[in-house]
């Protein structure tokens, strides 16, 4: 089956390199390269139009901010892909840097095949001390077992970084750097326990096993990162096509420019009735949100009718309360009647509230995204609790948070992000709130695309006209 498999001619073709850095602007890169991956692979060619898309900022944003047409996706992105009220030069340096260091499907096989060495190390380092205990005249063996474990993984991962290219040694100089050091430091242990070996288990062994291990988790560690550095996803899931580094767009909720950073996997998990299924990984982080949703909310909630309810949200919260989220409001009310018209209004009441709101994710059938909210605390005074939990202030307030979340999520979501080939395959199967690595509030979204070689190759065309019309003007 030919298709998302040679995608990664894109990135290891040399003539590419070349031209890229012969280039006067990377639209010209991008037009040559897909040229190039056309001739060696059409379907190839076709699919990188995906992943050029999913990252717009790098196929359309070379000639400014935008602003040729209608937004999409609620706002947060123009028509030719430029988010809004974000600097493309801040977009695009990630993303190049992202490129440079790229690895090739050979270089991502190879790796794995090395993390797993070090996984058999760690195993065999882990049975050790279990293993003696069972048999002390075993201790040398099982100790040399682990030496010549340990070593197989620290010369493979030597030599992979000795066999990086030039740019990639250069993009990746801080990360290899750390790598040297944990492979010294683990060679500088693995040392103590050769020494020692030969002298028999002793109640001093233990503390040299331990800080082995230590050295080799470090080791692990950043061998991790740079498996993530170069795009190489560890994942058993399916066959990882491509992983779309972090980029950045905004959106636009109760009057807030609410800034997302958003990254992808997309991976070919079958074949289904003459058709490719991919599923598609993206991750949100939410965290610009968080310390803005009492503006976001108070633009749509606050009121100052002269007859009825004068509402004032003096401060909200947002929490992750895994996989939804938890909104709390504090609200001051005034009750105004109007008797005999608006001249004649008198304030009959006032109180303050608060109220906890469960908000979470929820894929309608037709893979519209929806927030499902519920009210699951309410405190304050009785006519205010009244108008929380049965009233229209709890109604509006639900239904303003639940609006707020979809317009910032799918600002940049699958359909917002695909031509209308691509844009039409993709269906949003599930969403859940879920933490960032720093702790903060995010969202991951989890799709499908079915497509024909015929349809990825109508998708590339489109891309390809969208990258021409742009680079025209």
Known sequence: MKSFHFIICFFSSSSFTTSAAEAVDDNAVIIAALKRCAILNPVAAAVLAIALLLVPTMAFAQHGGGGHGAPLGGGGLSSTGQPSGVGEKDELKDFHHAMEVQATSDQASAFRTILKNTESANAQLASLEQEQEKDPSLWAGRAANVKAAIDKARISTRSFVDGLSARQKAGLKEITGRIAKAETDLAGQEKVLEASAGEGHDSAMSGRTESLAKALETFRNQQGRLAEEMGIVLSDG?????????FKTSAQAGGQRIAVSSSSVISRVEAENEANVYKIELTQDLSDLQPNITEVLRAQVESLPTCGERVELRDATLALAAPAS????????????????????????????????RVTPAVEPNGELNMKTEVSRVEGDKFVRD???????????????ASSMVKVIESANFKA?????????????????????????????????R???????????????????????
């Open 326 to 357: 938890v909104v709390v409001a504090q609200l001051y009310v005034e009750h105004w009647i109007c008797a005999r018209g608006p001249k004649t209004a008198r304030e009959l009441a006032q109180g303050t509230g608060s109220v906890e709101i």
């Open 387 to 401: 108008l929380l939990k049965s009233g229209t202030l709890g109604e509006a307030l639900q239904q303003k948070i």
């Open 238 to 246: 399916g066959e990882v096509v491509f992983r779309i580094p972090a």
């Open 417 to 449: 992000m695909l031509p209308p080939t691509g844009a039409a395959s993709a269906e949003t199967k599930s969403a859940r709130f879920e933490s960032t690595t720093g702790g903060s509030l995010g969202v991951a979204l989890e799709g499908e695309m």
């Open 451 to 473: 497509m024909s070689d015929e349809q990825a190759a109508l998708l590339g065309n489109q891309l390809k006209e969208r990258v021409a019309a742009q680079a025209a003007k």
